[in-house]
Every structure is written in structure tokens, then in C-alpha cells.
């Protein structure tokens, strides 16, 4: 892997995605992830997830050279890895407007979010004092909470242990901490999300992917 730092895959409108390509990737897929993609009550849920393991497939063989089939491992709360490969680590996340995956070294949690705006019950249950007037304040709230929540999901991913915990203070903790995971985040509010990285070391890339790459 050329990039020290970690790589991300991004879809813009997954919607356009074709079926042809759905059902080739679907079918590129492990048993055990094409079950699971099924599982899913709603059909542009299962395209997503299936769009999301696309994006796997072609970060791995750009920044590794590798090709599958895979074999994937989970953690404790469903945080899923290769078994061949446990060095590299990866996470992907999908919204209705993108999908994202990011892959590197170190633990990584990404997520991506369509902008919505803030709920009152959400904002007061999750967030602290100073990031609710943060939110109230800033020109664009809607952005303001995706961004915000965006973060806290990504840095709970990368920990792999889930939202769990103090969550009105896990930003707060993080910076307190020696050693703080490292968070980034885009956001376009012209194409409707936001995206967050937390992630160990290195300088992170953001490359955007057509749908005729997957």
C-alpha cells in the first residue's frame, strides 16, 4: 500500500448503481455475506450493502493487489475482518445518498449520513451541553448535528465496541485522552451528506469512485 494513511471509497448516488452490477457483486460475495445482505427487509438497504462490499473488493485490490473470495471474521459486536488478512483493516458505512468504505492500517470506523435535521429527544440523549448550543448556533444545524452525530458513530466504530458508554461525552474524552483516536470529516451539503473518519495514524485520502468502477 503506497498511502500511509488510510483510503477512502466513496459512491456518490448508489442509487444509480445498475442491477447487472448488483447482482455480479452479490454474487462475488461469501455465502455468509450474501445471507446476511439478504437479510435485509428492504431492498435498497440489501443494494447498499452489496454496493458497500463492491467498494471492499476494489480498495483491496488497488492498495493491496489482492482479489477474493474473502473469509470474514466478527468481533465482539459485529465489527467484521479478514481472517487471511487481519493486518488490514477496513469499515464501510451507506446512506440513501452514499456509500463509503474506508481501508487502511490501524483500527478505522467510518460513517456516512444523509443530512437531516436535529431531533430534540436524539440532540438532548446523545449529545452534551456544549455541542447542543453548538448545533442551536450554527448556520446550517442540519449539517452541524450529521456532522456531529457522524463522528461519535465513526469513533464508536473504530473502537469496535460499539455505542456504548458516556456518549454525551465521548468527543470530550476522546481529546482528554493521551493518546486520542484522530477524526476527520466531509461534508457536502450540496449532495446531501456528511461523512466521518476516526482513525489512528497517517494522513487520510478521499477518492470518489463512478459506478462503472465497481
Known amino acids: 500500500m503506497l498511502n500511509s494513511g488510510p483510503l477512502l471509497y466513496l459512491l456518490?448516488?448508489?442509487?444509480l448503481v445498475r442491477e447487472?452490477?448488483?447482482?455480479?457483486?452479490?454474487?462475488?460475495?461469501?455465502?455468509e455475506r450474501r445471507e446476511r445482505a439478504s437479510g435485509y427487509r428492504f431492498a435498497t438497504d440489501r443494494r447498499l450493502n452489496i454496493i458497500a462490499y463492491g467498494l471492499l473488493l476494489y480498495g483491496l485490490r488497488e492498495a493491496y493487489g489482492l482479489s477474493g473470495p474473502f473469509?470474514?471474521?466478527y468481533g465482539q459486536v459485529g465489527k467484521p475482518f479478514l481472517k487471511d488478512w487481519p493486518e488490514i483493516n477496513f469499515n464501510f458505512s451507506h446512506c440513501r445518498l452514499g456509500?463509503?468504505?474506508?481501508?487502511?492500517?490501524?483500527?478505522?470506523?467510518v460513517d456516512i449520513q444523509d443530512v437531516q435535521p436535529p431531533d430534540e429527544a436524539a440532540v438532548r440523549k446523545f449529545c452534551n451541553e456544549q455541542e447542543h448550543r453548538?448545533?442551536?448556533?450554527a448556520e446550517n444545524p442540519s449539517l452541524a448535528y450529521t456532522r456531529l452525530w457522524t463522528c461519535k458513530e465513526a469513533l464508536a466504530?473504530?473502537?469496535g465496541q460499539g455505542l456504548e458508554g458516556d456518549l454525551p461525552d465521548m468527543l470530550a474524552a476522546n481529546a482528554r485522552s493521551g493518546r486520542p483516536v484522530r477524526l476527520k470529516t466531509w461534508a457536502w451539503p450540496e449532495r446531501g451528506y456528511a461523512?466521518?473518519?476516526?482513525?489512528?495514524q497517517g494522513r487520510p485520502e478521499l477518492r470518489?469512485?463512478?459506478?462503472?468502477?465497481?
Open 134 to 137: 453548538r448545533i442551536l448556533r
Open 20 to 31: 447487472p452490477a448488483i447482482s455480479r457483486l452479490f454474487e462475488l460475495m461469501p455465502a
Open 12 to 15: 456518490d448516488q448508489p442509487c
Open 208 to 214: 470518489f469512485l463512478q459506478t462503472d468502477e465497481l
Open 195 to 200: 461523512l466521518s473518519l476516526a482513525y489512528c
Open 71 to 73: 473469509s470474514f471474521g
Open 99 to 109: 456509500a463509503v468504505c474506508a481501508i487502511g492500517s490501524g483500527a478505522l470506523g
Open 157 to 159: 466504530k473504530q473502537s
